[in-house]
């Protein structure tokens, strides 16, 4: 039963920026019922502990980068072939790590190059100053509704979490400034790699994103290296995983994933029976 543990195919997801795996559990259970292994590690000073809600000092990018990759070999060493894959700014971090390593498929959900949503403060025009090092090491945002759901009743959970500075399903209440600085640096790092990237690639996105709109989604279109697969959701926002959609999206992640990066160290009979069940 181990044997065939460790040849079942790995899919490496991460979560978006001040969050925690919560947020990606539709997606990763889906994926694991169809047959793969899955995981969605948490990383210090990139997300928040599910539990507290604290999050460690902010370190550079490079440093999550560098964790991601220590996730991305330990995967590839026991199961071989590897996917990866984020929500918002863990689809960036899947970029910048399929720069680095040979992703059998990517999947982008939500990829955030740009905040530009229609929810996005005008206080995102003064980040330049919040980025410098006198103030990004004390500034922080707070996150307003819809906090990425249009489902109003995850919404309402949501915020009554957010009144109490906790952390939720859709991350914290806060957003430091140095954490938005490192991601502006993931970003300008990850642009200049897109061209280099020609594994296959899902791109999911909201139309009525709050985030990240469509101009994330047409720089992937026009810049990576094998022209992605995308599809548009309109019952949701921002964090598609959770919102109104949550089971369409799992679905349509795992249906690229059985194409994609197929369950093929299964018998071509057994491989064919699990895709039947799931379908």
């Known amino acids: 039963m181990q044997e065939l543990d460790e040849r079942r195919p790995a899919v490496l997801l991460f979560h978006g920026l001040c969050a925690n795996p919560m947020e990606l559990a539709p997606v990763a259970k889906s994926l694991r019922e169809a047959g793969y292994v899955v995981e969605t590690p948490a990383m210090a000073g990139y997300g928040v502990s599910s539990a507290t809600g604290e999050q460690l000092p902010v370190p550079p990018f490079e440093h999550w980068l560098t964790e991601a990759e220590a996730a991305f070999d330990r995967l590839a ?27 059998e498929a990517l999947v982008l959900i939500s990829t955030t190059l740009h905040f530009d949503g229609w929810n996005v403060s005008p206080w995102r025009r003064l980040l330049p100053l919040a980025y410098l090092p006198i103030f990004r090491r004390r500034m922080s945002f707070k996150e307003t509704a819809p906090f990425g759901l249009k489902n109003e009743r995850l919404r309402a959970w949501v915020e009554q979490a957010m009144a109490s500075d906790k952390v939720s399903a859709v991350g914290a209440a806060r957003l430091s400034a140095a954490s938005l600085y490192e991601a502006s640096r993931l970003i300008r790092h990850v642009r200049g790699r897109l061209a280099g990237l020609n594994a296959p690639a899902v791109v999911l996105h909201a139309t009525e994103d709050d985030v990240s709109g469509p101009r994330s989604v047409h720089e992937l279109q026009q810049r990576l290296g094998q022209t992605p697969e995308v599809h548009w959701f309109h019952d949701s926002y921002h964090m598609l995983t ?23 160290l299964l018998s071509p009979a057994n491989s064919g029976a699990l895709h039947e069940q799931h379908a």
């Open 77 to 103: 060493a026991k199961h071989g072939r590897v996917a990866v894959g984020g929500l918002c700014m863990g689809a960036v971090l899947a970029l910048a790590l399929a720069a680095r390593r040979r992703a």
């Open 242 to 264: 959770l919102d109104n959609e949550r089971i369409a999206v799992a679905r349509t992640v795992r249906d690229f994933l059985l194409r994609s990066h197929p369950l093929a």
